[in-house]
């Protein structure tokens, strides 16, 4: 079956940098759409970033020019580099994947079928 296995989150200062990673295994990587998506306390699910199977990137505009996604096929992987990072950008982080849709912006992520555990992000000031 499908799994998803993140890392790489951790407590960082204002301004810093951290990379997420998110180990997929199961299905044949690259045909699917893989994203991030994150979830505050009290504060519902938002999309942050998708990488579509055709390679089309879409980003939440809170994080436009300071996260980027990636991915590595031939270690079927998914990545999120976060720069700049904001005690707003706190949450835990969630990856994502589903064969069809790979809407992210002003998304909870409703329609992705698969999840990983999350990996929790802390940024203080």
């Known amino acids: 079956q499908v799994q998803l296995v993140e890392s790489g989150g951790g407590s960082v200062q204002s301004g810093g940098s951290l990379r997420l990673s998110c180990a997929a295994s199961?299905?044949?990587?690259?045909?699917?759409?893989m994203a991030w998506f994150r979830q505050a306390p009290g504060k519902e699910r938002e999309g942050v970033a998708a990488?579509?199977?055709?390679?089309?990137?879409s980003y939440a505009d809170s994080v436009k020019g300071r996260f980027t996604i990636s991915q590595d096929n031939a270690k079927n992987t998914l990545y999120l580099q976060m720069n700049s990072l904001k005690p707003e950008d706190t949450a835990m982080y969630y990856c994502?994947?589903?064969?069809?849709?790979?809407?992210?912006?002003?998304?909870?992520?409703?329609?992705?079928?698969?999840w990983g555990q999350g990996t929790q992000v802390t940024v203080s000031s």
């Open positions: 994502a994947a589903d064969p069809f849709g790979c809407t992210v912006v002003e998304s909870d992520g409703y329609e992705y079928n698969y």
């Open positions: 199961g299905y044949t990587y690259g045909s699917f759409c």
């Open positions: 990488i579509d199977s055709d390679g089309s990137i």
